[in-house]
């Protein structure tokens, strides 16, 4: 994914912004392009094929984000979109607000959720690379274990209402440490956020310094353990 | 897409499914995961004079990488930790028709297996 290409999101901005910064109008090949509309046939225009989530928002590539300006940007450009205006316009036109309009919308999901943005940022940067496979024993254990505790449940005969009861206040407790857990690395990450929006503000171009990447990295370490405390929680709120 | 009767088949009788003692010096144990489904996979080796006597797993997961797992401890029995190690995924992707966004399951399997050799191996240099 060659998404970081020449400038940074703040300087694209919505990249209609700026006159010059637009490619020309697909439908007229008129360089007065403003806002995603075309000044000159009012046609509605696509993103950028390379554009992402924070461009489009304007917020450059910060990890803090106050979520009502967010919310206020997700339904400006909702309106500017929204497929039913275009309804009596070309089908081009149509297409190009249904595909917009989707992009948008998922850009907001996953903006919105601090573990799913940090998650689209390292991607941006690294590419598709995976998150790692290897996981901290301690945590691996306790997962374990409550997996164990849950078959054993599950094997218990229903009319064992003592022995299940038991099973099943394990693991609340359970359930109740991997949430306690879960809010600590929220904590963490919220730390991460604030150094890398502190190094973000004097970033020219795109090169992230090395300290960024080094935040990255301790980034992943946390992002890679939500996929199985979602999964465990999951597990545990199916059978209690 | 609906599970190929192989990856049923082991899903229903499993392969080996169990633990073998974590601190018996001859167990080699590899733990991994699948962080963006949350799957986890604990592989365990018994190896005697370079040969891999048995093999045990447990796998909280999907079919795929229930299958994934015992499909491995099956193929593991008997062979030196050398040939172990050159199980490649898309040997097991082929033997149980995984579909492509089943494959990260063959995969975990592939790192269990070489975190099972790593910890013998860790595990047996030391002393």
Redesign the interface.
């Known amino acids: 994914m060659e998404i970081l290409s020449q400038k940074t999101g703040s300087e694209r901005g919505p990249f209609f912004e700026k006159p010059g910064v637009a490619p020309p109008c697909w439908n007229c090949a008129s360089n007065n392009v403003k806002m995603y509309n075309c000044v000159s046939c009012t046609s509605i225009q696509q993103f950028l094929h390379d554009t992402d989530y924070f461009t489009i928002f304007n917020i450059g590539y910060t990890l803090h984000i106050d979520p009502e300006n967010l919310e206020k940007k997700y339904y400006e450009l909702s309106r500017r979109f929204h497929p039913d205006y275009y309804q009596n316009r070309s089908k081009a036109e149509q297409e190009i607000s249904l595909e917009n309009t989707a992009f948008l919308n998922k850009a907001y999901q996953t903006l919105s959720d601090p573990f799913k943005r940090c998650a689209y940022l390292v991607q941006l940067i690294e590419g598709d690379k995976n998150l790692p496979t290897e996981v901290p024993a301690a945590l691996f254990e306790e997962i374990f274990e409550i997996q164990e505790t849950l078959e054993t449940l599950r094997d218990t005969d229903e009319s064992d209402e003592a022995a299940r009861s038991a099973l099943k206040t394990v693991l609340q407790n359970a359930s109740e440490h991997m949430l306690q857990f879960e809010s600590e690395e929220k904590a963490q990450l919220d730390h991460l956020f604030t150094k890398w929006d502190a190094l973000e503000t004097g970033r020219k171009e795109r090169d992230f310094s090395d300290a960024q990447k080094k935040l990255l990295v301790q980034m992943k370490q946390i992002l890679s353990h939500a996929g199985y405390i979602d999964r465990i929680l999951q597990d545990i709120n199916a059978v209690l | 897409m609906a599970y190929s009767d192989k990856v049923i088949d082991h899903y229903n009788n499993p392969r080996n499914m169990g633990s073998l003692d974590k601190k018996d010096k001859k167990v080699g144990t590899g733990?991994?995961?699948?962080?963006?489904?949350?799957?986890?996979m604990?592989l365990q080796l018994k190896i005697s004079g370079g040969v891999i006597e048995d093999a045990r797993f447990?796998t909280?997961g999907c079919g795929s990488a229930i299958a994934s797992s015992s499909l491995a401890t099956e193929w593991v029995k008997g062979k030196t930790l050398d040939e172990a190690f050159q199980i490649k995924n898309t040997e097991i992707v082929n033997e149980l028709n995984l579909p492509p966004v089943k494959i990260h399951c063959s995969v975990?399997a592939e790192?269990a297996i070489k975190a099972a050799i790593s910890d013998y191996k860790k595990k047996n240099e030391t002393e």
Request: with cysteine.
């Open positions: 733990v991994v995961g699948a962080p963006e489904c949350g799957d986890v604990k447990k909280f975990l790192d």
